[in-house]
């Protein structure tokens, strides 16, 4: 079974610039995750979908962050403009469902240097 | 609100020997899942084990085992005969029953193995 695949894995570029991120998730799992590791911490989510529909965007910087899970399938997250304090590595995740037993399984992150 | 606590910035072990992770948690909901994730220098997140809330007996995926201590709010992670392999940050996380269902992660705990 293949994983949750990310593209592209490290990405540099200077502030105010936008970037892009690409998930496509375990096939099958109907709800998907983009989180952002900071240096040194855990994980914090950032969007949680389920199918093409958001369930939880608090923790989202809307005024410069957007995500859409188009089809319920494949996820994009975009940063316009990006600001230093953006440098972190995205995480995507997904799983079978909503329940707090499901497991997220992860994909391998992009790394983000904003300079 | 819930709240995960790893106290142990870094651990050493030596090869072979067994090793525990210390994790506490917080959270007023009943209904709640514990999942220990590791992530070696690559970045990915990679799953090790899952403890429920109302599981009687403690989690073991081969070399892993958790240690439940419900009413302490404990969750260790043991790794027995450690292996050079095994250096890498490890995260506990928590998801709860109600609301969103958000992953909640750790600090992290850095663990170097030595031959």
């Known amino acids: 079974e293949a994983g949750v695949a990310q593209s592209p894995r490290y990405k540099i570029i200077e502030k105010r610039q936008s970037v892009a991120f690409w998930c496509n998730p375990i096939?099958?799992?109907?709800?998907l995750y983009w989180y952002q590791q900071i240096l040194g911490q855990g994980p914090k989510l950032l969007i949680q979908?389920?199918?093409?529909?958001?369930?939880?965007d608090s923790q989202l910087p809307k005024d410069r962050f957007s995500a859409e899970r188009l089809k319920g399938v494949d996820s994009t997250l975009k940063i316009q403009p990006a600001k230093l304090e953006d440098s972190a590595v995205y995480l995507c995740?997904?799983?079978?469902?909503?329940?707090?037993?499901?497991?997220?399984?992860f994909g391998p992150g992009t790394r983000l240097t904003v300079l | 609100a819930q709240k995960i606590t790893q106290t142990q910035p870094g651990m050493f072990v030596q090869e072979k020997e067994a090793v525990t992770l210390d994790c506490t948690y917080d959270?007023?909901?009943?209904?709640?899942?514990l999942f220990w994730y590791k992530q070696p220098s690559s970045g990915e997140m990679i799953f090790l084990i899952y403890?429920?809330?109302?599981?009687?007996q403690n989690a073991t995926e081969g070399r892993y085992s958790l240690n439940f201590q419900k009413a302490r709010k404990s969750a260790n992670l043991v790794i027995s005969a450690s292996q050079l392999g095994d250096s890498a940050m490890y995260f506990c996380?928590?998801?709860?029953?109600?609301?969103?269902?958000?992953?909640?992660f750790g600090a992290g705990t850095r663990l170097a193995v030595h031959p």
């Open positions: 959270t007023s909901d009943p209904s709640y899942g």
């Open positions: 995740a997904s799983s079978l469902d909503r329940d707090y037993t499901d497991t997220q399984y």
């Open positions: 096939s099958g799992h109907a709800t």
């Open positions: 996380a928590m998801r709860e029953g109600s609301g969103y269902n958000k992953l909640i």
């Open positions: 979908f389920q199918n093409n529909g958001v369930v939880d």
């Open positions: 403890q429920g809330s109302y599981d009687q």
